[in-house]
């Protein structure tokens, strides 16, 4: 629903999907081939998509098309900042037990929505 915030109108659906955390969704091509993808939203930094190709290789896509294979990703990963809700949402949905003060993205988030990816597609 829309209700009004200091004069501006606000949309609920559209601040929940902001929030940081990790959506998956099933998206449809043109030859109506199925496949999944996982969007991190990063409380600060760009926002994550991981992606399966054809050949069952998992990418990370960020800033608008770049892309990289998820294993030369995991090597950097300390730019991201999910925030306390958004390692809260990923703790939860990933069912991990990362401390809630530990805020960065971590190779065990990107192994857990890999894996879970994989599953949804499977």
């Not at 998956?24 to 930094?45: H, Q, S």
Request: hydrophobic residues 40%; positive net charge; proline residues 2%.
């Amino acid at each position: 629903g829309h209700f009004i915030w200091n004069g501006s109108a606000r949309v609920v659906v559209h601040q929940i999907v902001r929030s940081p955390g990790i959506y998956f969704k099933e998206i449809r091509d043109a030859k109506n081939r199925r496949t999944v993808v996982g969007n991190i939203i990063c409380a600060r930094g760009s926002w994550l998509r991981l992606e399966m190709d054809k050949q069952d290789r998992i990418w990370v896509k960020w800033n608008q098309g770049k892309k990289v294979l998820v294993s030369t990703f995991l090597q950097d990963l300390e730019r991201y900042d999910l925030g306390s809700i958004g390692r809260i949402q990923l703790n939860r949905k990933l069912k991990l037990s990362i401390p809630a003060h530990v805020h960065n993205l971590q190779p065990e988030d990107i192994v857990a929505a890999t894996d879970a990816l994989i599953n949804l597609t499977t």
